[in-house]
């Protein structure tokens, strides 16, 4: 089978991603082995690829929003059919003991095991996963527009969550990629208005599109106070006028997996008022099966661009210079 595997961390400029032939994998006790149809590209395989996250086994395969179908099934599998579509997430497995697990906060685990970073990912023809951390794909999303849901829309969602936003509260969002292009939708099926700060002239064109009342330059102050917010873009020095941005008694989630330093922040302008600033941690299952219902329920449309799997290289180069308008995607066919 075919796979993109990281010779090495470097810059995506430099190519790091090498197309190369290897066996398929076999499913062991309780996993799936899955025939890819795509993967999304995502920040995080950006951090992977360029060593923002340190390398945990070399020549990764990278990618953790595959969808594609069952192949076959390791010994006691028996979740899903041969040949259902499934997709697979970031995290991949986790301990089941921990105290964090014992108490539904498999996000948190202190043995985790994520796809595309501890084991080989969707950047390839066939993977493995355990079937206990597949999703059952809604029949009626293409699976290119799904792709995206796996990781983005995951974490957009718990992130959505964590920002402690209300129906028909006042929600920014700054920096507006693929995970945000998700999070506004199910903010407007909640009656949200969203306020947009974003760099790039096509993201705040498209964010206006999707639903939002205002759009302006990634450290511009929106009109309105805001109720609850939501970093993407994976700057710490937007911190500060994001917290200064929010209403008395707001919440910032911080959404990414890696974030620049964070300049010094001042109380009383920036954190009085019993304003919140919070992080997010990978995600539960639980997310995941309640985006998937929301996904169809709204239903979510995903913008994708579509490119060949030996065009990771490319497509990772765009997403590093804001050159994607949605969400990136990798097709196998």
């Excluded at 594609?68 to 390791?74: A, K, L, P, S, V």
């Excluded at 997709?87 to 994520?114: I, Q």
């Excluded at 974030?259 to 919140?276: Q, R």
């Amino acid at each position: 089978m075919k796979v993109m595997r990281v010779e090495r961390q470097a810059p995506v400029e430099n190519r790091p991603l090498v197309l190369s032939d290897t066996a398929i994998p076999e499913p062991r006790a309780g996993e799936v082995l899955i025939k890819i149809e795509c993967c999304g590209i995502c920040r995080t395989d950006l951090h992977v690829v360029e060593g923002e996250l340190p390398p945990v086994r070399p020549r990764i395969v990278p990618g953790h929003q595959a969808v594609g179908r069952i192949e076959t099934r390791g010994p006691g599998a028996a979740e899903f059919r041969v040949g259902q579509r499934v997709g697979v997430a970031w995290l991949n497995r986790s301990c089941g003991t921990c105290r964090y697990c014992l108490k539904g906060s498999e996000n948190l685990c202190d043995d985790p095991r994520f796809t595309g970073y501890h084991l080989d990912g969707g950047y390839a023809e066939y993977m493995v996963a355990p079937e206990k951390f597949v999703y059952a794909i809604p029949g009626d999303i293409v699976s290119h527009q799904a792709a995206p849901l796996l990781c983005a829309g995951i974490i957009g969602y718990r992130a959505f969550c964590r920002s402690g936003i209300r129906k028909g509260g006042r929600l920014g969002l700054y920096g507006f990629g693929s995970s945000a292009h998700i999070v506004i939708q199910i903010a407007r099926y909640y009656g949200c208005q969203v306020y947009v700060a974003t760099r790039e002239e096509k993201h705040r064109q498209l964010a206006a599109r999707l639903g939002a009342v205002w759009t302006g330059q990634a450290s511009e102050a929106p009109p309105d106070r805001l109720d609850g917010a939501i970093l993407f873009a994976p700057a710490g020095e937007l911190v500060p006028p994001a917290l200064r941005a929010l209403d008395k008694g707001g919440t910032l989630a911080l959404a990414g997996i890696y974030v620049t330093d964070i300049p010094s922040i001042g109380y009383e302008p920036e954190l009085f008022y019993e304003k919140t600033l919070t992080s997010v941690t990978a995600n539960t299952r639980q997310d995941g099966l309640e985006l998937m219902k929301l996904a169809r329920d709204i239903p979510i449309t995903t913008h994708t661009e579509l490119f060949p799997l030996e065009k990771a290289n490319e497509a990772l180069i765009q997403l590093k210079h804001d050159g994607l308008s949605g969400s990136g995607v990798l097709l196998m066919d």
